[in-house]
């Protein structure tokens, strides 16, 4: 059942007799996850949010560049060297909150795919490069789940549904039905190298987000067995007919070695601050880790933080326990994120929790006591 | 008899030929795979790209497949920016 301000927000998609309050339930119980967090994924993840999807996961290794800005539009100019995912998921909370969010600071890998595209029903590929398209359908093809691809180059660009199951039962092609070969990065330049309009990606990514609703809604015709090409310079637009290769499963990970090692890698987990508030007055046994300078420790703090500035954290190790929940914090939420990833990465840590916005959250939200700086 | 045929270009390929289409004369009985034979020697470059499509009136075609009179070609690289 939608709530009265589910009802108000989705208004529009109410209103479409083909879409309903049923069309808008399913966007609700689905989940999608957005592997790449730039020029395609901007616009992918933004009118995602905003129509509703039930869960949104993104995952992204970069940090906000300046000359990210001309095409991915989430971020702003003060949020250069911030994490991608971190910004992203910020931006995107204000817009819906409804949504469930999760984010993934790290590169999609043969060791962690398995085990993150499964939790999903949809992968939308917004990658900028051909290792992880070919392993988004190599893992997406392993697993049977349906992957929405985008990519540009210059002034075209090119979108297609992979994988994709008919009704009649019938699965779609495959990016390897197009490709079988992986080219290698240095003859198919990327954006990085040859450039791209910045209204390209804008363009190609809501087509994607569209496909995304429509699989997920089974509202119109889903762009399966076809490839659409976009050109703005000619304003041209054509479909190229493709078939499922009768070989589709037995082309993916051609690689020696192509077993899927599933290592039990933890991504980047958060806790808001009022979650944490909860818990604290409850009692439960939590450690709260500051990763702040001793300046900004003086200014405000919370009672039971033990502080460690992050360039000490690689000194410190030892007297940061594993054996029950730490949230670690800082002023926003990046530092502490970037200790977090180091003491997963270089010492096995398993239970550390970010704190969403920091102490600043905090001051804000559940103390407005403490002094904000 | 040898006729003209048009092929559009995509992606890599037209910074490759230099255009974003190019007419071609092929003999008759000419299949996909000695089209691109005759395209990879005229351009080089192409032979670098390990993965191609190549579309015949719109629809993927293969390697064996004869070209006739008027059918639109085109040329589709992947395309790896995001």
Same mark, same amino acid.
């Given at each position: 059942?939608?709530?009265?301000?589910?009802?108000?927000?989705?208004?529009?998609?109410?209103?479409?007799?083909?879409?309903?309050?049923?069309?808008?339930?399913?966007?609700?119980?689905?989940?999608?996850?957005?592997?790449?967090?730039?020029?395609?994924?901007?616009?992918?993840?933004?009118?995602?949010?905003?129509?509703?999807?039930?869960?949104?996961?993104?995952?992204?290794?970069?940090?906000?560049?300046?000359?990210?800005?001309?095409?991915?539009?989430?971020?702003?100019?003060?949020?250069?060297?911030?994490?991608?995912?971190?910004?992203?998921?910020?931006?995107?909370?204000?817009?819906?909150?409804?949504?469930?969010?999760?984010?993934?600071?790290?590169?999609?890998?043969?060791?962690?795919?398995?085990?993150?595209?499964?939790?999903?029903?949809?992968?939308?590929?917004?990658?900028?490069?051909?290792?992880?398209?070919?392993?988004?359908?190599?893992?997406?093809?392993?697993?049977?789940?349906?992957?929405?691809?985008?990519?540009?180059?210059?002034?075209?660009?090119?979108?297609?549904?992979?994988?994709?199951?008919?009704?009649?039962?019938?699965?779609?092609?495959?990016?390897?039905?197009?490709?079988?070969?992986?080219?290698?990065?240095?003859?198919?330049?990327?954006?990085?190298?040859?450039?791209?309009?910045?209204?390209?990606?804008?363009?190609?990514?809501?087509?994607?987000?569209?496909?995304?609703?429509?699989?997920?809604?089974?509202?119109?015709?889903?762009?399966?067995?076809?490839?659409?090409?976009?050109?703005?310079?000619?304003?041209?637009?054509?479909?190229?007919?493709?078939?499922?290769?009768?070989?589709?499963?037995?082309?993916?990970?051609?690689?020696?070695?192509?077993?899927?090692?599933?290592?039990?890698?933890?991504?980047?987990?958060?806790?808001?601050?009022?979650?944490?508030?909860?818990?604290?007055?409850?009692?439960?046994?939590?450690?709260?880790?500051?990763?702040?300078?001793?300046?900004?420790?003086?200014?405000?703090?919370?009672?039971?933080?033990?502080?460690?500035?992050?360039?000490?954290?690689?000194?410190?190790?030892?007297?940061?326990?594993?054996?029950?929940?730490?949230?670690?914090?800082?002023?926003?939420?990046?530092?502490?994120?970037?200790?977090?990833?180091?003491?997963?990465?270089?010492?096995?840590?398993?239970?550390?929790?970010?704190?969403?916005?920091?102490?600043?959250?905090?001051?804000?939200?559940?103390?407005?006591?403490?002094?904000?700086? | 008899?040898?006729?003209?045929?048009?092929?559009?270009?995509?992606?890599?390929? !037209?910074?490759?030929?230099?255009? #974003?289409? =190019?007419?071609?004369?092929?003999?008759?009985?000419?299949?996909?795979?000695? *089209? &691109?034979?005759?395209?990879?020697?005229?351009?080089? !470059?192409?032979?670098?790209?390990? #993965?191609? =499509?190549?579309?015949?009136?719109?629809?993927?075609?293969?390697?064996?497949? *004869? &070209?006739?009179?008027?059918?639109?070609?085109?040329?589709?690289?992947?395309?790896?920016?995001?």
């Amino acid at each position: 059942m939608l709530s009265l301000s589910e009802q108000t927000r989705y208004q529009k998609h109410l209103l479409l007799p083909q879409f309903g309050a049923e069309g808008q339930e399913k966007l609700k119980a689905a989940r999608v996850l957005v592997v790449g967090a730039g020029g395609l994924g901007c616009p992918v993840l933004l009118y995602l949010t905003a129509a509703g999807v039930g869960k949104l996961g993104v995952i992204d290794p970069d940090t906000v560049d300046l000359s990210n800005l001309q095409r991915q539009v989430l971020y702003r100019t003060d949020e250069v060297g911030q994490p991608k995912v971190l910004m992203a998921v910020t931006h995107l909370k204000k817009l819906n909150d409804q949504v469930e969010y999760a984010f993934y600071h790290q590169a999609l890998r043969r060791e962690n795919a398995t085990q993150l595209i499964q939790d999903y029903d949809v992968v939308v590929d917004c990658t900028d490069n051909f290792t992880v398209r070919y392993l988004i359908n190599d893992v997406c093809v392993s697993l049977g789940k349906p992957f929405v691809y985008g990519a540009i180059h210059q002034f075209e660009g090119q979108v297609s549904v992979f994988n994709f199951r008919n009704q009649d039962g019938k699965l779609g092609p495959t990016y390897r039905c197009l490709f079988p070969q992986q080219p290698s990065d240095l003859t198919v330049p990327n954006c990085a190298e040859v450039g791209v309009i910045g209204v390209l990606p804008g363009l190609i990514g809501m087509y994607q987000a569209s496909e995304v609703v429509k699989m997920l809604t089974g509202v119109g015709k889903v762009l399966t067995g076809e490839l659409l090409l976009v050109d703005v310079l000619e304003n041209t637009q054509q479909k190229v007919r493709v078939k499922r290769r009768p070989d589709a499963e037995k082309l993916i990970f051609p690689e020696p070695g192509a077993e899927l090692v599933n290592q039990d890698e933890p991504s980047l987990r958060s806790i808001t601050v009022a979650d944490l508030h909860q818990k604290l007055e409850a009692g439960e046994d939590i450690f709260v880790l500051d990763v702040r300078n001793l300046n900004e420790y003086d200014i405000c703090h919370l009672p039971q933080a033990v502080l460690i500035p992050m360039n000490t954290i690689p000194n410190n190790v030892k007297r940061i326990p594993q054996d029950r929940p730490v949230v670690v914090h800082c002023h926003h939420g990046t530092r502490s994120a970037n200790v977090i990833q180091y003491l997963q990465q270089n010492h096995g840590f398993r239970n550390l929790y970010n704190l969403e916005g920091g102490i600043d959250a905090w001051a804000r939200q559940v103390d407005e006591t403490m002094a904000a700086y | 008899m040898a006729h003209p045929l048009t092929i559009a270009l995509f992606g890599i390929t !037209r910074d490759i030929v230099g255009a #974003s289409s =190019l007419t071609l004369s092929i003999e008759k009985s000419t299949d996909v795979d000695s *089209l &691109l034979d005759q395209l990879r020697a005229q351009y080089p !470059r192409l032979t670098e790209l390990n #993965s191609l =499509l190549v579309a015949v009136n719109s629809e993927y075609a293969e390697g064996n497949q *004869l &070209l006739k009179k008027g059918d639109e070609i085109a040329l589709i690289p992947p395309v790896s920016g995001g």
